[in-house]
């Protein structure tokens, strides 16, 4: 095996019919160490092609093969071949790493971005809908007016996913209250969707299944067709406002008074 | 079909694969048409009828139309499972059909693809929350690697369920990785029997 001045500045090959290296380039020791036969270089997937190709019957040929590197990096190559007889052939390898590998890199960096970007993306778009559903719970708090009464006012649209991340929150703090009066305020809502309004309809026949007085106030005009259109549980009564629910409530209580002392 | 990859037709190959997705099952397309036909652009390659710079493009266009025919987000079981190559792996098309399964079946699927250092998909993978990881390595040389990641993911991730699948499961088993977490599955066909016991509950 001889070091040879290769005309060009490339790796370059010897080899005999059994690609044993007879002689080899100082670009070839640079790339490769000093492998004795060529099958040393030869990565397993490009082993059938060239022993194909890297042939005598093949007199002058040109292949791309993928090449191992001294330091075990795969990489491709253009292979000139040309048998100079049946017991020596001369191996010129044009690595193309440098021209494909430039593009590849840029397209994979391309790749990572977007890959990155579609991450971001996805984690934003989770932390958005973690707060719309922090949002929507907060849609309809449960405040205890006095022991036997709570109000629940709704803020914004009626919507289905509103009233779904809703209702959890709703039936546990009623189950934790004592109330047996339930006031829905409508006074903050904006508009109606069909769908959020079956699912709270829904909510309230639970509600009045688990035995509570169910009133909703504060109706604007532009509520009540459709409330009115898609009906709500017989049970549950319509007031005007807060106040008339109270001033109503103290109007039954001293009659009840009077009935009391009359009996 | 193969002609069409290569030729960057994805149109005429899109056609002809939205031909067969009405006809035959994800699976089979992906199973036996598309992969296939990956396998015959590696067969033109070894008879040097073709270049590496023609598999680009073929890759190119089947990445294409894959994602087009994937399926959609439909009823969630949810369940979650995350995709990843072995670090510096790029062959990333049996993942990604691997990903599509999983989808079809009703779960999760994030896929990180190729490329991602290691330590950003440890990070990806503890803030996902899978239930099952699914690797996949295409080069031979890419073994201890993959046997590194699956030791890393044992230890950090012990609840979730490893799958491993690609070229070197395909040609060489790997059997000595399966263990109580970790299956190796060398067809899509596999995968889609394991989904359906573990739907049933016949295995986790
Ligand atoms: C297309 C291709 C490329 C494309 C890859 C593009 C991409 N992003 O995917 C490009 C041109 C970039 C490429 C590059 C290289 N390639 Co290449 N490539 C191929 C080729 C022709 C087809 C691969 C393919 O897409 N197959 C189709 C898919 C669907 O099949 P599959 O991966 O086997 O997947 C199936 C199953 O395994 C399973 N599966 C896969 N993953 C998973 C995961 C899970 C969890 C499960 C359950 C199942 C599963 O699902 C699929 C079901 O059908 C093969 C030839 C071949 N016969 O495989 C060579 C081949 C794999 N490449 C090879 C080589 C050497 C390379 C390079 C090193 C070349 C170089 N010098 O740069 C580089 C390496 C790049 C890198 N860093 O990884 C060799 C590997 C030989 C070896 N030693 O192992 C092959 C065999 C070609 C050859 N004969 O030499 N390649």
Request: glycine share 4%; aromatic share 8%; with cysteine.
């Amino acid at each position: 095996m001889k070091r040879v001045e290769a005309i060009f500045p490339l790796p370059y090959f010897e080899i005999d019919a059994a690609w044993n290296i007879v002689a080899y380039s100082q670009e070839a020791e640079e790339l490769f160490g000093l492998p004795d036969n060529l099958t040393k270089i030869v990565d397993e997937g490009t082993y059938d092609k060239a022993r194909e190709w890297v042939d005598f019957h093949h007199r002058k040929t040109v292949i791309e093969m993928n090449v191992i590197k001294e330091n075990s990096d795969v990489i491709l190559a253009d292979v000139y071949i040309t048998w100079t007889d049946e017991e020596k052939a001369e191996l010129l390898l044009i690595p193309k790493d440098s021209q494909v590998d430039k593009v590849a890199a840029s397209l994979k960096t391309l790749q990572s971005e977007l890959l990155k970007t579609k991450t971001e993306l996805i984690e934003e778009k989770e932390r958005a809908e973690q707060v719309i559903e922090q949002n929507n719970k907060l849609s309809a708090p449960f405040i205890s007016l006095n022991k036997e009464t709570a109000l629940v006012p709704l803020f914004g649209d009626v919507s289905y996913e509103k009233m779904m991340s809703v209702e959890q929150n709703l039936l546990s703090a009623v189950r934790e209250s004592e109330a047996d009066e339930l006031l829905f305020d409508f006074t903050a809502v904006g508009d109606i969707e069909k769908e959020g309004f079956n699912y709270l309809a829904s909510v309230i026949k639970a509600l009045s299944h688990m035995g509570l007085d169910l009133f909703v106030i504060g109706l604007r005009p532009g509520h009540v067709p459709n409330i009115f259109k898609w009906s709500l549980p017989e049970d549950v009564r319509f007031m005007q406002s807060l106040e008339q629910v109270i001033s109503n409530k103290r109007t039954r209580r001293d009659n009840e008074r009077i009935r009391q002392k009359e009996t | 079909m193969t002609g069409y990859l290569l030729e960057g037709e994805e149109q005429e190959a899109l056609q002809l694969v939205q031909k067969w997705v009405g006809e035959r099952s994800l699976l089979e397309v992906h199973e036996e048409i598309i992969t296939p036909a990956m396998y015959h652009v590696g067969e033109l390659w070894q008879t040097n009828r073709i270049s590496v710079a023609d598999e680009h493009l073929a890759t190119a266009t089947c990445d294409y139309i894959m994602t087009l025919i994937s399926p959609r987000k439909g009823t969630s079981n949810g369940k979650k499972a995350i995709f990843f190559n072995v670090e510096e792996e790029e062959h990333h098309l049996g993942l990604k059909m691997a990903a599509d399964i999983f989808r079809e079946e009703g779960w999760e699927s994030r896929f990180l693809g190729t490329g991602v250092p290691d330590d950003h998909v440890l990070q990806q993978i503890e803030k996902f929350c899978p239930d099952v990881i699914c690797i996949s390595a295409a080069l031979s040389y890419r073994v201890p690697e993959m046997h590194n990641i699956i030791d890393v993911l044992k230890k950090r991730m012990p609840g979730s369920v490893i799958l491993i699948g690609g070229r070197i499961v395909k040609n060489h088993g790997m059997n000595e990785w399966n263990e109580a977490h970790v299956h190796t599955m060398s067809s899509l066909t596999a995968v889609k029997e394991w989904l359906q016991n573990v739907k049933e509950g016949r295995r986790q």
